[in-house]
């Protein structure tokens, strides 16, 4: 695709349920990024990948969370047993071949846990 | 870990203003980014520039690595310039974020 896209754009969730976000990188993007904004902390990293290896997974707030990637491309973060400080925008961002060059991000999918 | 410091927090201008937005950060990077973030949540890119000056538009930037800042100049703004200026530096494989500079244009 042209860019990068996410889904669901919004998600709300009851306390203590799975939730599953998608990340499609731009089409030939090798390295994939997770982060997240909320309005305590800010824009934090969370995971990046390279294929479908996660050379760093240091952001990742608790091992409720984990991720994946698939064939080099689509992404999907997992969160167990959501809690109300998860709630937050997560935005996804791959760049070409490896870090350190330029991200591109999605529109990114806002969580609300009630 | 690298701090990423962005001036001003807040600013508010007349349209057809220019302006000025800095970004500090503390350790050598291999990537900075100038990202906009518009009403609607989506980061959008404008500036890719680990080090030197860049023009596209109304808008240009200049970064000092050897100093370790950014400048981000907008000229002649308009009230579409309005919203979250983000400065972002990458030193192993993610970008750390400042904590912006917010931008609210008036007609």
């Known amino acids: 695709g042209a860019g990068v896209s996410q889904s669901p754009s919004n998600k709300v969730t009851e306390k203590g349920k799975d939730v599953e976000l998608r990340c499609d990188p731009i089409?030939?993007?090798?390295?994939l990024y997770w982060y997240r904004q909320s309005l305590g902390q800010g824009l934090e990293f969370l995971i990046y990948?390279?294929?479908?290896?996660?050379?760093?997974k240091s952001g990742l707030p608790s091992d409720r969370f984990s991720a994946e990637r698939t064939g080099g491309s689509v992404s999907t973060l997992t969160i167990q047993r959501t809690q109300q400080e998860d709630s937050a925008v997560y935005l996804c961002a791959s760049s070409f071949e490896r870090a350190y060059n330029e991200q591109f991000f999605g529109p990114g999918t806002r969580l609300t846990v009630l | 870990g690298i701090q990423v410091e962005q001036s001003p927090p807040d600013l508010i201008l007349q349209e057809g203003a220019n302006s000025t937005l800095r970004c500090n950060f503390s350790?050598?990077?291999?990537?900075l980014q100038w990202f906009h973030q518009n009403p609607w949540g989506q980061l959008i890119n404008l500036f890719y520039i680990p080090s030197g000056t860049k023009q596209n538009g109304r808008l240009s930037a200049t970064t000092v690595a050897t100093e370790r800042y950014s400048l981000l100049y907008i000229s002649s703004s308009q009230t579409t310039d309005s919203g979250v200026y983000f400065c972002?530096?990458?030193?192993?494989?993610?970008?750390?974020f400042g904590t912006g500079t917010r931008l609210q244009v008036f007609p």
């Open positions: 990948f390279q294929g479908n290896s996660a050379p760093d």
């Open positions: 972002a530096v990458d030193r192993t494989d993610k970008l750390i």
């Open positions: 350790d050598s990077v291999n990537n």
């Open positions: 089409s030939g993007h090798t390295a």
